[in-house]
């Protein structure tokens, strides 16, 4: 993601650091984190485009600490401020890989610790693998139904979780989610990427299309070469960092996992706890592709062809950061009361405190057992035209509305003119000609009262159409509207045998 003197990585309304959702996220060259005079700087930027915020330990809002890159400096002081605050520090790299986190530090039972390694001897293992890839399958398959309309692969995913419940092993368990997410992913293959139609020339062909999550690159989802997996894998880059979050929090071993197997590369337990979140992510990155364009200025392609983040695109979906953590929070508590129940000392003890939904202490309380839910941000707003923000429900800002009406008027006409030589249409219209040419032929002049003549018509009838509507004169005379309208504004003078019959729906008598 290098720098361009091209491409803008910032807004130009983006002159101050301020909290939005309690989430700051830091880009550029030349961070820095420091405490000054008992307050947190932050300041990022790239070049002459610097930012910069100062916080106080009271009222500041701040919940996540979040930076992009590698490039700068953070003081031990910022990390002791942010640590009494309960603010979590994030770092994640360019690509999305999660490099550091850090959070509030509490005591941790060693008992706990214990009864997690020992997960796979105990059953525990089995029964949380269980669980959390029953909910993952459950939301794919209600993302496949109501979202991608994909009745048949819904139904596919549903079998699948059928199975889950039956198995007897965890590489079973993990057969069946590996076959879920093959049906589920080959559901989002053809779903658009809209771009405003101002920049659809610099966009690649295979940015328009979701494609498929393995990468031409490197076979796996990393290095996403297409904007809507490049977005997935950031979105799910700072899942897993509430997850780790979340476990460290709860005195969980982040690294022993129970689906995923041990790696040096990665915490396996947050990898597990990430699964049943999945779907609301998938969900999220649906509705802001179905919400409106993005803009190309917010991704850069590498040399290689993967697809990157601009850092004011990645500041705008790390805001969610904060419904993440409360959604991955009963998981990660429900890990802990496995593992706390499968311990043989058990018994004796309380149940480990839920620290991350205070859901004991909102049962005491007499409140519910559900815990509130952190709502989602919307995604921005922008003209599918040119690409600008826009407020309100509307599609286009006020410069190309014109635009755009005129361009429908035209696609409108031009399918009316096809629709209007259809065989059918033809047929009726050379039926309603007959029609008329045998009542023209049939009509007898001297049934014509006396007093209707061009004169009576032009001076007593006419001017009292004005009063009638096009539709009474179309069915009056049957008529088409068009020459209904003419009728009445004048442009067209109809036959005498209808003036009879307008006289009659006037009043005109003589």
Request: charged share 25%; net charge positive.
């Amino acid at each position: 993601m290098a720098a361009s003197a091209n491409v803008s990585q910032f807004s130009q309304s983006r002159n101050l650091l301020v909290p939005r959702h309690g989430v700051v996220t830091l880009f550029g060259y030349g961070i820095r984190v420091y405490v000054d005079r008992g307050h947190l700087i932050l300041k990022d930027g790239i070049g002459s485009d610097r930012c910069e915020a100062r916080f106080a330990r009271v009222g500041h809002g701040l919940r996540r600490l979040v930076v992009i890159g590698s490039d700068g400096i953070v003081s031990l002081s910022a990390i002791r401020w942010l640590a009494d605050q309960d603010a979590a520090f994030v770092m994640l790299d360019r690509d999305g890989k999660v490099l550091i986190t850090t959070g509030p530090v509490r005591t941790s039972d060693a008992r706990l610790r214990r009864s997690q390694a020992l997960a796979e001897s105990t059953g525990a293992s089995l029964q949380l693998t269980r669980e959390l890839i029953a909910q993952k399958l459950s939301g794919q398959e209600k993302v496949a139904r109501d979202k991608l309309e994909r009745l048949d692969i819904a139904n596919c995913i549903s079998s699948f979780r059928c199975q889950v419940d039956l198995a007897r092993g965890t590489s079973t368990i993990r057969q069946c989610e590996s076959l879920g997410a093959k049906a589920y992913w080959s559901a989002w293959h053809d779903i658009p990427v809209g771009f405003p139609r101002n920049e659809i020339r610099r966009v690649p062909r295979h940015w328009q299309v979701f494609g498929t999550r393995e990468s031409p690159l490197t076979n796996s989802p990393r290095l996403a070469v297409n904007p809507a997996n490049a977005i997935l894998n950031y979105l799910y880059a700072i899942l897993e960092a509430e997850a780790r979050l979340a476990a460290s929090t709860l005195g969980l071993d982040p690294g022993i996992g129970v689906l995923h197997v041990d790696s040096r590369t990665r915490d396996s337990l947050a990898c597990d706890l990430m699964e049943p979140v999945r779907p609301l992510v998938d969900v999220y990155l649906f509705n802001w592709l179905a919400r409106g364009p993005l803009k190309r200025n917010w991704f850069f392609e590498e040399r290689d062809g993967s697809c990157r983040l601009m850092g004011e695109f990645a500041q705008m979906i790390g805001d969610a950061a904060l419904t993440w953590r409360s959604a991955v929070a009963p998981y990660a508590e429900r890990a802990a009361q496995i593992f706390w129940a499968s311990a043989k000392s058990a018994a004796s003890h309380r149940s480990p405190a839920t620290r991350l939904t205070q859901r004991y202490r909102s049962i005491a309380k007499g409140g519910g057992e559900n815990p509130a839910k952190t709502p989602v941000p919307e995604s921005p707003r922008l003209c599918k035209l040119c690409g600008t923000h826009i407020m309100g429900h509307q599609k286009f800002c006020s410069k190309c509305a014109p635009t755009n009406s005129k361009e429908a008027l035209i696609a409108a006409s031009r399918k009316g003119r096809i629709a209007a030589q259809t065989p059918q249409v033809l047929a009726r219209l050379g039926e309603k000609q007959r029609s008329h040419q045998i009542a023209q032929r049939n009509w007898n002049p001297a049934n014509q009262p006396d007093w209707l003549n061009e004169t009576a018509y032009d001076g007593k009838i006419h001017p009292r159409l004005a009063d009638v509507t096009i539709s009474t004169i179309a069915l009056t005379l049957g008529v088409s509207l068009p020459y209904a309208s003419d009728i009445r504004a004048g442009r067209r003078r109809p036959h005498p045998r209808h003036w009879l019959s307008l006289a009659q729906l006037v009043g005109v008598n003589k």
